[in-house]
């Protein structure tokens, strides 16, 4: 049977080993934005970069929905979907990207952004009357534990490049990114995926333009590095990854989901470790592990009779 809400990837019967492995391609895929972040902005204004990378995935998506004769949206989905792109999109990776061009390190930004979850959880259980068993708010609490034991790590490792300004844009953007994915699993679950996307990508590249023209003046340098980093993120985190995440949104809670985050700054240290040859010390890797215990015990469903 195919589900009503008619969005990609929505005939379950098929859907028991994509559904299981989701989250993991996810997790993968995520960790790599904030490496991204730290390519791109060096040849490319934060605001400019994330302008033309929301506008290209748009019309990619559309094009693709286009020829698969996608579901269309309707005027209450469009609203919505504009809505929630504000926070998900525009604020989130404007801050994130923001943080990267005042210099803030790519796992410093990602140990920020991984502690939205609890932000999440609390706002779920608030808002959406989503609650969390005891099993799940130790999970919680191992997610936090992971993200701050990487920061320890950081912090020996001497990071640098830590300033106000970048501290601020990194918390507007986490606060973007809950309200966002609130607002995505309260308002967004029957939107189809493919339009919907598009619309979120095409509001937040106008407010992003806006930005890049007035403060940047769209600058860029078009080196091979600007074009692998775009053709990265626009492929990779603005399709893959989102429309994964977006597909995990509708078919599981807000604070499972957004646990997944926790996972992100210990993958980002390791990659860095592996492209920047930074520090990675055994707290890190402790870190991970511990992140991962914490997803699990968040994500894990309960077991049913029968």
């Excluded at 970069?49 to 989905?77: D, G, K, M, W, Y």
Aim: proline share 3%; glycine share 12%; charged share 10%.
């Amino acid at each position: 049977m195919i589900d009503r809400s008619r969005g990609l990837l929505s005939s379950r019967p098929r859907l028991g080993g994509l559904a299981a492995s989701a989250p993991v391609v996810f997790v993968l895929l995520w960790s790599t934005g904030f490496i991204v972040a730290r390519y791109g902005t060096r040849d490319a204004g934060p605001l400019t970069f994330l302008s033309l990378r929301l506008f290209i995935a748009a019309i990619v998506l559309i094009l693709i929905a286009r020829i698969t004769n996608a579901p269309r949206l309707t005027r209450e989905q469009v609203k919505w979907a504009m809505i929630t792109g504000v926070g998900l999109h525009a604020v989130y990776l404007g801050g994130v990207f923001v943080a990267a061009d005042l210099g803030l390190p790519s796992g410093l930004s990602a140990l920020i952004s991984g502690l939205h979850p609890v932000l999440t959880s609390v706002g779920a259980l608030l808002l959406l009357g989503e609650t969390l068993s005891r099993r799940q708010w130790l999970g919680v609490a191992c997610g936090v534990g992971g993200v701050v034991a990487v920061v320890v790590d950081r912090l020996e490792a001497g990071i640098s490049g830590i300033t106000a300004g970048a501290l601020v844009a990194m918390a507007v953007s986490v606060v973007g990114m809950s309200a966002g994915t609130l607002l995505q699993r309260s308002r967004g679950g029957a939107m189809p995926l493919l339009l919907g996307t598009a619309v979120q990508y095409l509001v937040s590249a106008v407010i992003l333009g806006v930005g890049a023209g007035t403060v940047e003046h769209f600058e860029v340098r078009f080196t091979a590095r600007f074009w692998w980093s775009l053709l990265w993120a626009v492929v990779v985190l603005s399709i893959a990854a989102v429309l994964i995440m977006l597909w995990l949104l509708q078919r599981r809670a807000a604070a499972r989901v957004s646990s997944l985050f926790f996972l992100t700054p210990a993958l980002s240290t390791i990659e860095g470790a592996l492209l920047f040859d930074e520090r990675l010390g055994v707290l890190a890797v402790l870190g991970l592990v511990v992140a991962l215990a914490g997803v699990a015990l968040t994500t894990r469903q309960p077991r049913t009779a029968g």
